[in-house]
């Protein structure tokens, strides 16, 4: 049985959280969580993320509450629909109001079922699996030093500590439609995911991720690394969910 945790924290610096998520389990063992990360001042990114997490999750809840086959096909289909009414909804409010103009979320979400990890992502929120082996960064950041570096003109560490290193290029609600990036994972035996906003990742490194996991699992696995970014300056929203086998 998976055991599914979420946790948020408004970090240090910023006065309010424009993070937001929810995570859960169904009566039938499928494992999901949802984290978005709001851009657009004080209110834009609270309410981004808020509508793309509350759209998305009320989707989930109609699938695996209904008697939909549950094939990989079919929670691919049910991951991408997600993001684009999320995408859908968060544009469409901020047409309708003025002062939330130009707010937009990033999001990450996981789905796990029948031995498979489903991940839809679009921004720079990441998700990160964790086996006995070690820890991967399975999501690709859709942001300018990401583009810099697969050219070849950044370096992973030059990247980490670029001026610019916050200019995303792939948002939801900034546009009527969004690409969304998906993709499948095995997920068995002792196997974890992370998923997190960048509040966390640009304080933690893959190796200290895998280390806190041998350590600690569930809510206090994600208070601790929330402890680790807020140790390091904790300047943004810190996000977490994770997802244990």
């Known amino acids: ?33 949802v984290v978005c990360d709001g851009m657009g001042g004080a209110n834009g ?7 793309a997490v509350e759209t998305m999750v ?47 979320t ?12 489903h991940i839809a992502h679009a921004g720079d929120s990441r998700a990160y699996l964790i086996t006995p082996e070690g820890a991967k960064q399975v999501t690709t950041d859709h942001s300018m030093v990401q583009e810099l570096v697969d050219s070849g003109d950044l370096t992973e560490q030059e990247a980490k500590v670029h001026p610019q290193k916050n200019i995303i290029t792939r948002a939801l609600g900034i546009e009527p439609s969004v690409l969304v990036d998906y993709n499948e994972l095995p997920f068995e035996g002792r196997s974890l995911l992370v998923l997190c906003t960048d509040g966390l990742s640009n304080y933690i490194e893959t190796e200290e991720l895998y280390t806190f996991s041998q350590q600690y699992g569930g809510q206090e696995l994600a208070e601790r ?21």
């Open 225 to 245: 690394l929330i402890g680790k970014a807020k140790d390091g300056g904790g300047s943004d929203n810190i996000t977490v969910a994770i997802i244990e086998n």
């Open 58 to 104: 009320r989707q989930y809840h109609g699938f695996f509450g209904g008697s939909q086959v549950r094939s990989d096909n079919s929670i691919r289909d049910l991951m991408v629909s997600a993001v684009y009414n999320a995408n859908t909804a968060v544009f469409e409010r901020s047409r309708a109001e003025e002062e939330l103009h130009g707010m937009g």
């Open 1 to 33: 049985m998976f055991k599914v945790c979420h946790k948020t924290d408004i970090g240090l610096v910023r006065e309010t959280n424009q993070d937001a998520c929810k995570s859960g389990l169904t009566s039938s063992g499928i494992a999901w969580a």
């Open 106 to 117: 990033t999001v990450v979400s996981a789905v796990v079922c029948a031995g498979v990890a």
């Open 45 to 51: 990114g609270n309410v981004a993320s808020s509508i």
